[in-house]
């Protein structure tokens, strides 16, 4: 790649930055507001590392807001396109945007995982415990026969049959109907006739009668065929490609000039300037559930202050990585969603950590908060 000229400093540009941040360094300022680009992309990038952490460690996630998250998420996407669509903005912008979508997905995914997929399986966990438990008591203990219950068999002549008795021979009957088990049509779908053979594999299994009187009585539960992994697959690869297909658009834009180019398109810088303010509006609207549940629960155990300090410094560099670049009013004004977003999330950041030192160490010895609470109760 031919390195781009300065003309007003006459000096080529800083190659790896051109290289890896399509950002051409000329001066002291491009060089400062650089760096402060690159701070903000690295505390970003760590920021949501220390709630990762105290979620890991306390299998929990009870401390941060869901809502605070998913205002994240939204306002990441917008961000995103706000980044790709609007010029004014900086290359390091746009990488630091693609950087906490990532981290905040990440922390997101834990929390269902924690919250929903883990409670919920060691809920099904305890109802398969505890119905293996009353069908192990059934067959220690067989219930008396009785006479007048039970499902009339066809051909059967009308003899008393014992309780027991009706419930194997209801299952296997039903084993042996026409009926395949939910799931195998979608299998031999997927999987072709490999697939085909495992079903009449398994049906064969399934043909097999056992005499009422045998040992080995068919009890065992019929295990339902998976969904073929591909799929997935699929959608990972999608949402691989995504990121790159819109460094792509992006490149496009930047090698035709389309920095300026896109000014011209008015259209496009509007949108983006839209998003911009979107972005901003949903950023800031995002931290009241997380100051709201502090207040809520009178406590800020499970929330790791270090997510909110590090927001904050990666906030304060990113405001200074654009002041730094240009003082020209049209490139502030263009910036101004972003700008203005950053400073007031480093205010409401700066109120969210106050809230953790007074829950923390104040409140605690008031004798108030959680802390105190669960401290008396392991200590009584
Ligand atoms: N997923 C993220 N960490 N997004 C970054 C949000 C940036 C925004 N200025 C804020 O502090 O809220």
Redesign the pocket.
């Known amino acids: 790649m031919a390195a781009s000229y300065c003309v007003e400093e006459r000096k080529a540009c800083v190659r790896w930055v051109e290289k890896y941040f399509k950002d051409c360094l000329c001066n002291m300022k491009d060089e400062i507001s650089f760096s402060l680009g690159l701070t903000s992309l690295v505390f970003?990038g760590v920021?949501?590392i220390p709630q990762i952490i105290t979620i890991f460690r306390t299998k929990k996630s009870h401390g941060v807001s869901l809502l605070f998250?998913l205002?994240?998420?939204a306002?990441?996407i917008c961000?995103l396109t706000g980044c790709l669509l609007e010029p004014a903005t900086l290359p390091t912008q746009y990488y630091?945007?693609l950087l906490?979508?990532i981290?905040?997905i990440v922390?997101l995914l834990l929390i269902i995982y924690y919250d929903y997929i883990s409670n919920w399986y060691k809920l099904r966990q305890k109802v398969n415990h505890k119905r293996d438990e009353e069908e192990e008591r059934k067959q220690l203990k067989p219930p008396k026969p009785t006479y007048e219950s039970g499902i009339p068999i066809p051909n059967g002549t009308l003899k008393a049959v014992p309780r027991q008795e009706h419930y194997y021979m209801s299952a296997r009957s039903l084993a042996g109907s026409g009926t395949p088990p939910w799931g195998t049509y979608m299998r031999a779908a997927k999987s072709g006739p490999s697939a085909m053979e495992s079903i009449h594999d398994s049906s064969s299994e399934d043909d097999e009668t056992y005499p009422a009187s045998s040992k080995n009585p068919p009890t065992k539960a019929r295990p339902i065929p998976r969904p073929a992994v591909g799929s997935y697959g699929t959608f990972l690869a999608a949402a691989v490609n995504l990121p790159l297909k819109a460094n792509a658009l992006r490149e496009g834009y930047i090698r035709f000039g389309g920095r300026k180019l896109l000014q011209e398109y008015e259209t496009h810088s509007t949108f983006g300037q839209g998003l911009g303010w979107l972005?901003?509006a949903i950023?800031?609207s995002?931290?009241i559930p997380q100051i709201w549940l502090n207040i809520k629960r009178g406590s800020v155990e499970g929330l790791s202050p270090f997510m909110f300090i590090f927001?904050l410094v990666?906030?304060v560099t990113?405001v200074g990585s654009i002041l730094v670049r240009t003082t020209e009013f049209e490139s502030i004004k263009a910036n101004m969603p972003?700008l203005l977003?950053?400073v007031?999330?480093?205010a409401?950041?700066l109120f969210i950590i106050l809230q953790y030192i007074y829950y923390r160490y104040f409140r605690r010895k008031e004798g108030r908060g959680d802390y105190y609470e669960g401290e008396r109760a392991a200590s009584s």
């Open positions: 970003w920021a949501e998250l205002t994240w998420v306002g990441d961000n630091t945007a906490y979508t981290t905040t922390l972005m901003a950023y800031i995002g931290r927001a990666a906030n990113y972003w977003d950053a007031l999330c480093v409401l950041d």
